[in-house]
């Protein structure tokens, strides 16, 4: 009698592919759902923590093929063209595709990474773990001096840059946690538009934010770097700011900086 030992097959690239893919950023999620039959869907979500935070979702739709490891998605309904343009054809190089854990490559050598959901995800080692917390887009309401000025509204765009690690000490990155946030929300929409309306002012009110977060990250926050802030009393420029620093699909990948800036409405103030 012989007995032979069977092998259990390995899954296909289109196998592992299909499923619900998140990527998440503090209170941004970035949903991916790739189906059978070559269609795909997605969803943008931006959780509120406060009335005083503007939120927003939207949703893309298309195809998507997979070919000696490189993987065509076509924009086919959008309503987030800053993410994803209806009608564009993206290409990635799938790097990397596990059960739990998918990594894609794209023009100008950036990598995104996705984690499957219901998964645990990928732990770092401690060598991995980034000195830098970055924070979900804040929009506020600036506060004004006479009841019938016009609304404006404060975006910022940060990230909080710890302490370097010294040996000895706990590798362990603090969690933004939400009372911080909250805390950051009520400092911010105390302000009024002349105390934000200069580059320097607004480095004035980021050495003050860091003075108040400081406990709440362990006393281990160095300094807090600012991205972008826009200035503006017209929620479409709120909607594209918030659509411009959400998770994104393709384009820059979490964590990657502007120069510091400052956009202005052009209106003149009436």
């Known amino acids: 009698m012989v007995v032979g030992c069977g ?11 299909i499923g619900t893919w998140n990527q998440d ?15 795909w869907s997605a969803a943008v979500k931006i959780e509120g ?3 005083r935070m503007i939120e927003r979702r939207g949703e893309a739709s298309g195809t998507w093929q997979a070919v ?3 993987l065509t998605i076509t924009v086919e309904e959008s309503n987030v063209d800053e993410l994803w343009g ?9 790097l990397e595709l596990t059960s739990d854990l998918m990594r894609l490559g794209y023009e100008g050598g950036k990598v995104q990474t996705w984690i499957r959901a219901g998964s645990p995800g990928k732990t770092k080692e401690p ?3 980034s000195r830098v917390i970055k924070v979900a887009p804040l929009v506020v309401n600036l506060n004004k001096h006479r009841s019938h000025d016009r609304d404006r509204y404060l975006c910022l765009d940060i990230e ?11 590798r362990s990155v603090p969690v933004f946690h939400p009372r911080a946030r ?6 911010l929409s105390s302000l009024v538009y002349g105390e934000v309306s200069t580059l320097d002012a607004v480095k004035e009110v980021s050495q003050n934010l860091e003075v108040m977060l400081a406990p709440y990250l362990d006393n281990q926050l160095e300094s807090i770097k600012i991205n972008h802030v826009v200035i503006t009393s017209k929620m479409d420029k709120v909607d594209q700011f918030l659509l411009e620093h959400a998770p994104k699909f393709q384009g820059a990948p979490q964590g990657t900086s502007r120069e510091i800036s400052i956009d202005h409405d052009q209106d003149q103030e009436k």
Request: hydrophobic letters at 40%; a negative charge.
């Open 7 to 17: 092998r259990e097959k390995a899954p296909s690239v289109d196998e592992l592919l």
């Open 25 to 39: 950023s503090n209170k941004s999620h970035l949903i991916l759902m790739i189906k059978a039959q070559g269609g």
């Open 49 to 51: 923590v406060s009335s």
């Open 68 to 70: 000696d490891n490189q």
């Open 86 to 94: 209806k009608g564009e054809t993206v290409f990635f190089d799938i």
């Open 127 to 129: 060598s991995e773990v």
């Open 160 to 170: 909080l840059n710890l302490k370097p690690w010294v040996p000895g000490a706990s």
């Open 182 to 187: 909250e805390a950051t929300i009520l400092f």
